[in-house]
């Protein structure tokens, strides 16, 4: 294993590591823009010169490899100067709209500029070279050619990553610019990345320009529910509201965030979020919607059935079966949902788009119950006339509700999640207000952790399963999230 | 001395066989791959192209245990402004090159080469088409040359209007099919290559005195010339003088006798000024430091520059500095690939200041600010474009620093050059 | 009008793919031969030409746009490309330039109403002993003067193509 010196800091690498990760790796930040790690190695940008002891000529880190005994500065006054004039370069022909340009606070321009250059330009304003300012390339992205300092990240995210290539970069030298087919739309389904790791305003989100300064933004990990393969990503937010879902780059799952995921958030806020009851198509407050559905659950009790939902945490699940043994007494419950998994993509979107199949079996292996297609079957024949269920789980039945007209009791987020057949709906907050716990298509244990209030009035599910048996006459004893999950197993 | 290259009657393979060619293959193909390697080592060749390599030893660092297709790859792109010896060899002896790449082909173990042509050279394509085929017809390329059992396939390739590619990694991307811009080194074409595969990379010129050094002898070579600058080299001259053009000359002859004697000197009424002595990308010298100096790698370098392609431009009295070396900025701003941060930038930047000083708008803060532009472009990107634009960049102001501060001055040239261009 | 890369072209394009171990490698002889037939390169002929190499169109317009010899609209017949590199200019190439842009009545990058000549004025073409130069289609012609230039137009205007060496 090679043994290197970094401004006087020795590690051994393995063999390959370039300079710029080992000088990582002992904690010296080498300011570079067109390297990232996920992407080929460009050595366009020439930010992360060093001096290596015996070249003549400054390295660039990212693509030079580590060597036994090798000597490296990266602070030396050499290097500085390498950089001041780097920056220089990049700075003549780049725009003056730091004040309305979107990237500012989080700008590789502005950072380094500050860090390691404050000159100032002697380049005269009138000379910049000009090129396409702002327009629209598919549903997600904006494209500012002359903000673009031409560090290829996209270009290569599009050829390497999704491999879909519509990047590239046409013409030469500084009249060069990046561009796709005229008339196409750049819509690869993880354009949002390219957002992300354009190192200034390029490459800006249409959803989220001009919403928020990032330097308000507060920062919640979390995962990502748009499907089973359950990315880590952390929610961006301020007083509140949700503004944007970025990646949390984890060596498990995932680097990147798909456009899908990122617009989970929408939801939370979107016009039809429900924050009262729905019987039939009327809005009743919740009380009385919970005494309505509770009411029809009593009715019959040997009649109504739980369905677990893969949309729902482990801890909503466990309160869905806590209601079925404990407060309805039946014997109809079903947590089991078998479906594809896998990446379908070979990227991140996966075969399920339900984000906690894994972990309704685990409420499953603790409670019992019956499989689907029983369930299914008891509703044809009748033995079943009452559903209880999440909205989206509902479409499992569906067919077995609408040949028996079984009713049906959904929790709901938003009204475009109702089934058609429901009669009672009952409005709970979503996983960006309240903790959840998540078993992503790996079997990994994910956590969901509140960034913003649920609307007034909207709680937990499993609070409004606590509230459902209480009206049946049952004591779930159910206070927190966490009281759910005393008799699930994670593996 | 006679000419190895640049000789009569040898248009064509009837002449060029009927003046002893493709003999040296035939010796080459009796001989141990290495010994041809070694006898061209011995003879001290170095690469035509510009950058003087030494040849033999740039096909020795082909791997000897590396496994698939190995390349030899002929960089025809020529380019650099004040260059024009390897068309004149494509037309007046291009089975020199042939030759010469059948045997560099054998000693590196290369069965396919490439010539890479600049795109505009349409003519001079299908003049090297021809002649190849003439020399498949002969057995002289294609399969089991000669009976040797050696094979080596050979065709051109037009590039289509970019001086970066003669930059041996950029020409490699070109004829990939991709853009002509350079790669990153290492890893060296040597190693990985032409489609990955290890690859050689040499000059017209270079390839074609091969045949000579194996038929005659490495020593027989390294004898011509000067130590450390061995042979022959094609130097091409334009500018004023009484009769421009390609001359073969041993390397070590004096740039004086090479103005005054071999090209007559300069037309009448013109004064030497200056001489860029190897390409544009080499650093200018005075009249005064051009006529001490002698054409050879070490003589040159030691007076501050280079020999580079051999590209002698002359330069007289009438002409201006600045507005010189605004044409040479707008040619390297044109060519510049846009890969690297301070070429892209730099190249445009020197450019609009030399704009502003040729269009009297220029101040003499604009001087500085040029000079340490190219400093700071200079030995930082990928590729040697960068300095090729710093290099004229800084020795005209040093040399000729009173005809910017002149401009500057918002005067528009010393005296013997205002009112000229 | 939908372009369609003929059965001629493509026997032409099999034997110079062939040259190469990746087809991909044919994309710029390929694109030459396309701008020989049509004098320039369309929109059409790079998607047709991305299809058939089995190249992203990307990439076919990022090698388009990076060399200078293919011609994005058509040119005239007669494309002239007047070298203005340095020794070209002290040999009075913008004088050269100027004198063609009188003549034809056209700036540098136009062609004239008639399509008879594209005015261009291009970096070195590699032939500094015969400055100025001035390229015509693929031909060169050398040491061209005021008088040269003008014989060379007449004769352009009629249809006489000049020898060049």
Known sequence: MPKITIDGKTAEVAKGTTVLQAAQALGIVIPRYCYHPSLSISGNCRMCLVEVEKSPKLLTACSTEAADGMVVRTDSDKVKAARRDVLEYLLINHPLDCPICDQAGECGLQDYYMEHSRAKSRFPQEDKVRRQKRRALGPHLVLDNERCILCTRCVRFCSEVTKTSELEVMERGDHSYIDLKQGKALDNGYTLNLADICPVGAWTSRDFRFKQRVWFLKRTPTVCLGCATGCLMEAHHNDGVLYRLVPRPNAETNTWLCDHGRMTYKAVRAGDRLAKGVIKNGLIELEPALREAAGRIDENHPAAAVLGSPWLSVEDNAALARLAKDAIKTENFCFDFPGAQGVKDGILINEDPAPNARGARLVKDAYG??????????????????????????????????????????????????????????????????????????????????????????????????????????????????????????? | MENILLR??????????????????????????????????????????????????????????????????????????????????????????????????????????????????????????????????????????????????????????????????????????????????PPFPAVKGLFAAPTVINNVETLAAVPAIIERGGEWYASIGVPKSSGTKLFCVSGPVDRPGVYELPLGVPLRDLIEKTCGGLKAGKRLKAVIPGGSSVPVLTAEEALKVNLDYDSLAAAGTMLGSGGVIVIDDSQCMVKLLQVLARFYHHESCGQCTPCREGCGWIEKLLDRLEGGTGTPADIDTLVSVAEGMTGRTICPLADAMAMPVISFVKKFRAEFEAHAAGRCCPPEAAGKH | ????????????????????????????????????????????????????????????????????????????????????????????????????????????????????????????LGACGDAPVLQVNEDYFGRVTAEKLDVLLEDLKHGKYPSTR
């Open chain 1, 369 to 491: 119950g019956i499989a689907l297609e029983e369930l299914r079957a008891r509703i044809v024949d009748g033995r079943v006339k009452t559903v209880v269920t999440e909205a989206r789980a509902a479409a499992f039945v569906r067919d077995a509700v609408k040949a028996s007209g079984a009713r049906l009791i959904v929790f709901a987020t938003n009204r475009a999640d109702i089934p058609p057949a429901a009669y009672a709906t009952l409005p709970y907050a979503c996983y960006f207000e309240v903790p959840g716990t998540f078993v992503n298509f790996q079997g990994l244990r994910r956590r969901a952790e509140p960034s913003v209030a649920a609307p007034e009035g909207v709680r937990p599910l499993w609070a409004l399963v606590n509230r459902l048996a209480a009206y049946s006459g049952a004591s779930l004893h159910l206070d927190s999230a966490a009281d759910a999950l005393k008799e699930i197993v994670f593996k």
């Open chain 2, 8 to 185: 009569d009657k040898v248009r064509d393979l009837e002449g060029y066989f009927a003046c002893g060619g493709y003999r040296a293959l035939k010796k080459a193909l009796a001989m141990k791959p290495a010994d041809v390697t070694e006898e061209v080592k011995k003879s001290g060749l170095r690469g035509r192209g510009g950058a003087g390599f030494p040849t033999g030893l740039k096909w020795s660092f082909i791997p000897k245990d590396a496994q698939g297709p190995r390349y030899l790859v002929c960089n025809a792109d020529e380019g650099e402004p004040g260059t024009f010896k390897d068309r004149e060899l494509l037309l007046k002896n291009p089975h020199a090159l042939i030759e010469g790449m059948a045997i560099a082909g054998y000693a590196i173990g290369a069965s396919r080469g490439y010539i890479y042509v600049r795109g505009e050279f349409a003519a001079e394509t299908a003049l090297l088409d021809k002649a190849i085929g003439d020399a498949r017809a002969k057995g002289f390329i294609g399969r089991n040359l000669l009976g040797s059992g050696f094979d080596f396939e050979l065709s051109t390739h037009r590039g289509a209007g970019a001086y970066i590619c003669g930059e041996e990694t950029a020409l490699l991307e070109s004829l990939e099919g991709f853009k002509g811009q350079p790669r990153l080194k």
């Open chain 3, 1 to 124: 009008m939908a372009f369609t890369l003929t059965d001629e072209f493509k026997q032409r394009a099999e034997k110079i793919c062939a040259r190469y171990p990746r087809r991909d490698a044919a994309l710029i002889p390929l694109l030459l031969e396309l701008q020989r037939e049509a004098g320039y390169v369309a929109e059409e002929a790079m998607d047709a030409l991305s299809g058939y190499l089995g190249l992203p169109y990307s990439r076919v317009k990022a090698v388009v746009t990076f060399y200078t010899m293919f011609n994005r609209v058509p040119a005239g017949k007669y494309h002239l490309q007047v070298c203005r590199n340095i020794s070209c200019h002290m040999a009075g190439a913008p004088g050269l330039l100027a004198a063609l842009r009188a003549r034809l009545g056209i700036e540098e990058g136009e062609t004239t109403k008639d399509g008879l000549f594209t005015l261009s004025a291009v970096e070195c």
